[in-house]
C-alpha cells in the first residue's frame, strides 16, 4: 500500500520493470519517512526549549497555561487522526480492490450455416487459424 504521491508509472508492464517500480515506491516512502523523522526531532527540540523559557518566565502560572494549549491541542489532533484514519482507509480499499474483469469479446466464429457443432469444435474453431493442434 503505497500512499498518492508515491505512485511511480512506467509504460513498460514486464515483471522486471513491476518489481523496480515496487522497489522504488519503497524508497520514496522510506526517504520521506526518514526525512519526516528528521523534521519532528528538530521541532522537538525547539519546543523543549520553548518550554524551558515559558517555564522561567511564567512561573506558577505556567501549569494552567500548558494545561489550557493541551485541551486545544488534543482537540485538534483528534480531528487530524480523523482525518487520516479515513485517508489511510481509503487507500486501502482502492488499492486493494481487485479490478473488474467484465470485459465482454466478441465471439471469434460466427456459424452462419445450417451445421451445428459441439462445443469441443467451437472451442477449437475460436482458437484462431494459427493455433498448432497437438497429436
Known sequence: MFPKY??????????????????????HVKN????????????????????LRAAQEWG???PKIQNSIYESLNYEMEQKYKT???KIRKLVHTQTQKPS?????????????SIS???EELTLLNK???HKRKY
Request: a positive charge; hydrophobic letters at 35%; glycine letters at 2%.
Open 60 to 62: 506558577s502560572m505556567w
Open 6 to 27: 508515491a505512485n511511480l508509472k512506467f509504460t513498460n508492464n514486464s515483471p522486471a520493470s513491476q518489481v523496480t517500480t515496487k522497489k522504488a515506491q519503497t524508497l
Open 84 to 86: 487520516l484514519d479515513m
Open 128 to 130: 484462431g487459424l494459427n
Open 101 to 113: 474483469t467484465n470485459t465482454k469479446f466478441y465471439p471469434k466464429v460466427i456459424n452462419k450455416t
Open 32 to 51: 520521506e519517512i526518514k526525512f519526516l523523522f528528521k523534521k519532528k526531532d528538530k521541532l522537538n527540540q525547539d519546543l523543549c526549549t520553548l518550554h
Open 117 to 119: 457443432f459441439t462445443d
